[in-house]
């Protein structure tokens, strides 16, 4: 019993001096953080630095690498005090990658900050194509002069009608002044395009610059006009020849023919044959047309493109239709001879 007793009053003794200890630990900085990390030349940022632990008022060493700037404040009797200060960026010309810090008692944390030139207050200039222009191809490259400091560029494009504005970026930090864009979803279409210069993320009012003036497009685009079989015309074949004009910028053509059950027989003509440098086809004589009667056909002429909203897609074109009748003559029938034998 006496030992124990001994025991529990040593305890007694010992544990007020290693509860001021712990209650009064010299602080620890602990991190630097800022609210943003991308932001506009000129622009402030509001950075916080945090400690853990208890301390007085102390000097802590703030700097980026444009400047060094001693601070002094008071740690509060909290654990995870955190200080702020507001930073006052300065104006940039090109890209920066300012770091900031902040030591105190031989501890150093740091982070990056990324700051982008002031967008221009000048707009761009749109070059080409012409106001009231007309393309006829599923592609169209669109073209302006370069704005200062812009970082990359914002493409709007508006159908008649419509409000919406259907935006394209171009390439971040490869500031380039033309974008060939694929129009197959504005077909026939008076589109309007505008543009205008980014900088940064270009997510924020201080990172985009002032529209251009805006310019027309007529989008017509080219599409298979058919030549043979002519309209209504009485084929007496299964395999009949069909004939087409060229459509330019085509990967690939197919043939859809639809029978009177609405049946449908297609058949692909692909780049690179004598069918699709000739623009014509006959179906081969293992794949003949499988009905008679009153049919419709139509070649579709199909594109590998990238439309506005920068999809990769196949986009199938055409406009004429055309009928033709299969007679039921055109089934070939076998006749069977019986060749009699000499007795």
């Given amino acids: 019993m006496k030992r124990i007793s001994t025991l529990i009053i040593l305890c007694s003794l010992l544990t007020p001096l290693f509860t001021s200890r712990i209650l009064f630990a010299k602080a620890r900085l602990w991190s630097i953080d800022a609210a943003l990390t991308h932001v506009i030349g000129g622009q402030s940022v509001l950075v916080t630095i945090e400690f853990r632990g208890r301390g007085l008022a102390i000097p802590i060493v703030f700097s980026t690498n444009q400047s060094v700037v001693p601070w002094t404040g008071a740690i509060s009797n909290n654990r995870g005090t955190i200080i702020a200060t507001l930073l006052q960026t300065n104006e940039v010309d090109v890209l920066t990658t300012l770091e900031i810090s902040a030591t105190w008692d031989g501890i150093r944390r740091a982070m990056l900050l990324f700051v982008y030139p002031r967008p221009s207050d000048q707009a761009p200039s749109l070059s080409s194509p012409d106001n009231y222009a007309v393309t006829y191809s599923a592609r169209e490259t669109l ?118 059950n609405n049946q449908k027989q297609t058949y692909a003509v692909f780049s690179g044959t004598s069918a699709f440098s000739q623009r014509r086809f006959t179906p081969p004589a293992n794949k003949p047309l499988p009905f008679i009667g009153k049919c419709t056909w139509s070649v579709n002429a199909r594109s590998i493109n990238v439309t506005a909203f920068g999809e990769p897609r196949y986009a199938r074109r055409y406009d004429e239709i055309r009928t033709m009748t299969i007679p039921l003559s055109a089934i070939k029938k076998k006749t069977f001879s019986i060749k009699k034998k000499k007795l």
Avoid: M
């Fill in 143 to 260: 073209s302006w002069s370069t704005v200062p400091r812009a970082s990359s560029y914002e493409i709007c494009i508006t159908p008649e009608g419509s409000t919406v504005c259907n935006s394209y970026t171009t390439t971040r930090y490869q500031p380039r002044t033309s974008q060939s864009l694929g129009l197959e979803d504005y077909r026939g279409d008076l589109i309007y395009w505008k543009v205008r210069g980014l900088n940064g993320p270009g997510i924020t009012p201080s990172g985009q610059g002032p529209w251009s003036s805006r310019r027309s497009l007529r989008v017509t685009l080219q599409s298979a006009r058919l030549k043979s079989p002519a309209k209504n015309a009485q084929v007496n074949t299964l395999r009949p020849q069909f004939r087409w004009q060229a459509v330019e910028d085509a990967h690939e053509y197919q043939i859809e023919v639809t029978g009177p």
